[in-house]
């Protein structure tokens, strides 16, 4: 049986990985870019320094670890895996298409939590998750943002593989839409 792999995108304070994180769904792997750039900043490593560079200053990290890791990930041994904050940009959208065609997995479709850009900053300045929520980062990581967002969503419209849901909502509401969507595919 394929694997159904769904893709999570939203601007920074849209709650996606809190929101996929919370999803209680058998037999899935939930996997936030983020996230792991995060953990790895945190390392006294030379990687570790690398990339704590790029969080700090609001820009993407290169593409390869990306790749390494999901390749690892298109492996495991689950049904449905979420990969959460990717794609950032066409590189790795394109990047991604070509991993799938050699896996046995299905790209079931990209979710965009949209999110209201006061309702995001607000977020972002009540919650204190380390290196990347300094306030005056967000507008910077906003801009970059949205610089590629049009770009990668009509790449998956085009598949007819785009789906948004408002992430403006209560965060419970949030998650069982999300929930009804992967379920449905
Ligand atoms: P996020 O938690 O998704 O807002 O990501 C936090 C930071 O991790 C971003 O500002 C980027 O520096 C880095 N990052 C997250 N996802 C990616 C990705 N797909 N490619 C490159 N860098 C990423």
Redesign the pocket.
């Known amino acids: 049986m394929q694997k159904k792999i769904f893709l999570v995108i939203g601007s ?1 304070g849209s709650g ?2 809190s929101v996929c994180n919370t999803l209680e769904i058998p037999k899935l792997l939930h996997f ?4 792991m ?2 953990n790895i900043a945190e390392k006294n490593t030379r990687l570790g320094a690398i990339i704590k560079h ?2 700090v200053i ?4 290169p593409i390869d670890i ?1 790749k390494e890791v999901i390749s690892h990930f298109l492996k495991s041994n689950c049904d449905i895996i979420i990969i ?5 940009d066409m590189k ?1 959208a394109k990047m991604f298409s070509n991993l799938i065609e050699k896996s046995n997995c299905v790209l079931s479709i990209l979710i965009e939590i949209l999110v209201d850009e006061t309702k995001a900053f607000e977020r972002i300045s009540s919650r204190n998750r380390g290196i ?1 929520d300094r306030k005056e980062l967000f507008k910077d ?1 906003l801009v970059l943002f949205k610089k590629e967002r049009n770009e990668i969503i009509d790449y998956y419209i085009k598949q007819n593989k785009y789906i948004s849901i408002n992430g403006n909502l209560d965060f419970e509401i949030v998650t069982s839409n999300l929930k009804k969507i992967i379920l449905s595919k």
């Not at 609001?58 to 990290?61: D, F, N, S, W």
């Open positions: 920074p996606k990985t936030s870019i983020g996230e750039y995060r790029k969080i609001g820009q993407i990290v990306a959460d904050g990717f794609p950032r790795q990347d990581r």
